[in-house]
């Protein structure tokens, strides 16, 4: 597993602070045999290629890993990776929040970036083609979260619903599982997800 990490340039990509140069140790920390190194791994791959609800360039060049460990029995705490990945599904671009040039705040974005020398179109367009990677990317491996709708967890399963709910294409597939999910489901916040979903998605 995790073989051909190596051939990627991770040195040259970026995450939420800064280069992506430590994120191969922290996939191959996901699979420690040691509890709690899993656990710091998986924590700051949560705040580095999924911050705060967006993606970053470095997304999309981690998921088929983390897709490859759902994949393999020998996996220990798949739970917790099928969070991540649904939450990359479900992310957005770092510079969505601040598009209404009426915002205090995204003014001062707009204008930090220009001190920069940096335009906010550009960065907002380069944003926005992270998620379609990283969307693209956990498409490739969408069977693999469906499981996790009956998870014993609710967070688990409501993560996975919402993920679900961002590939129409693949309607087909999941609002049967998603029919079914909901028809067991007792916690409040996990049915309006499902319900929220299958809206979206029928």
Known sequence: MLEDLQTIHWQDLHHAYGTAGDVPDLLKGLLSGDEDARKESLYELCGTIWHQGTVREASAFAVPYLLEMLRSPKTMDKAGIAVLVAELADGSSPLELYTDPEDEMSRLVCAAL???????????CKGQEWVRATRDAV???LD???PYLGHEESAVREAVARALSRFPERAGDTVPFLEHALQSETEAYVRETLKTALDELT
């Open 144 to 146: 693999l979260l469906i």
């Open 114 to 124: 220009a001190d920069q020398g940096r335009n906010f179109e550009t960065e907002l």
């Open 139 to 141: 498409g490739s491996g």
